[in-house]
């Protein structure tokens, strides 16, 4: 009869277990996080700030010597806590995967993006964990981070692990954690963001949020891996497919004769069972447009079609040629093709106040503008230039600096993303012909187009 601390707590049932829960308790655990981008890199600073003895594993020299230098390369990650952990010995990196055999705890942060095919991509995933199982020893803990979809861990990163003869839950200890990184956001950040946390066993589930729970507020247990991993899907489902109903609404209102920023502003004054979204020139970044489709890929493989996430992609897929039409439009009212007239593109990042133009709908937009012949500029404040093999245009452009002769100049100015730097009054007033994508021009003018708004609104 396993006596009452036992039952209560299994962890003391293992001695493995019991083991690392204790250097944990103690902090002389030493934790690594393979993959130091906006996720690794973050969560690596909270460990060591934690006070773990915290080893970055990436492939980039590059990353692993700003580490070890003291500098970082994340806007969200101040340079201070890089050099001060590096010089508390709490901070160090290497690109040599061997180091893996002497942690007790290895976090994966890797990406996971989708093929062309539009199916998930795991060879991050599947890379890092093959090199993690050639050194894994009795007593690690494995902790997934990149969004996946369900039963990755257990179906994917389990079986390669066991590989060698372990078994989770009794040699090694496996669980998944979604990454919740919001790139740019000064409220949000890698310690104050709930954790969920889903063990392959219960073991597993306790010290998983035994180590997050010195360096993150707050630890939420859920009941496995799966849940855990369908908890981040369902969090960027639930957005991709809001942003593609508010989209179609601003289609509608196109039609309608309605301002949609004004609906949605009045909406979002009822004080429950509402969120505001708001309609854009598409979606970018690498979770919003990539994550839901890991979801409607899994669940084909049970014959289920995930309608929702399919007629959202689709909606929110189509935004840039709407926008490119809108812009096309706007032309038509002074007589001007797209050919040969001059657009100035405000804003190429995936959204405002961030430098990341991955995946950003503005690229789209300008690359088809690019085939219908429009002479393209840019001004983003973020992004100093678009490499040519960075966007399917294939030149290289750089930012071109904001002035009231440029904006005078141009035939048309399209707004994609909002940064707050920008003077869009000053816009209005110097340019000819706006096309406003994000509500950034607050008072009508007759020379401002709007998405999903009649002229002048
Ligand atoms: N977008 C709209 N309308 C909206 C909101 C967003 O068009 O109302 C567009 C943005 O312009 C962008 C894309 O959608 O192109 C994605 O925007 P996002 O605000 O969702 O920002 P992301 O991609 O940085 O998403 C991250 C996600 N974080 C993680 O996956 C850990 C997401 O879960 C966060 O909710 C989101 O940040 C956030 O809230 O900012």
New binding site residues.
Partial sequence: MPDALTSQNPVAANSLAAALSDKLARRTAKVGVVGLGYVGLPLAVEFARGGFETLGIDLDPGKVESVNAGRSYIRDVPDTDVAGFRAAGRLSATTDPAAVAVLDTINICVPTPLRKTRDPDLSFVVSAVETIAQYLRPGQLVILES?TYPGTTDEIVRPLLEKQGLVAGRDFFLAFSP?????G?ETWNTRNVPKVVGGHTPVCTRLACELYSASVATVVEVSSPRVAEMVKLL??TF?AVN?GL?NELALMCDRLGISVWEVVEAAATKPFGFMP????PG???H??PIDPFYLSWKVKEVGFEARFIELAGYVNGAMPQHVVHKISDALNTRALPVRGSSVLILGVA??RDIDDFRES?AIDVMAELDRRGARLSYHDPYVARIPADEWAAGIDMESTPLTPELLATVDCVAILTDHRSIDYDAVVRHARLVVDCRNAVKRPAPHVFKLGAPTGC
Avoid: A, Q, S, W
């Fill in positions: 969004t990454e919740r990184v919001d790139p956001n969090e960027n957005r942003i508010v979204f708001y309609p854009g979606l970018g970044g979770c919003i995936y959204k709908p």
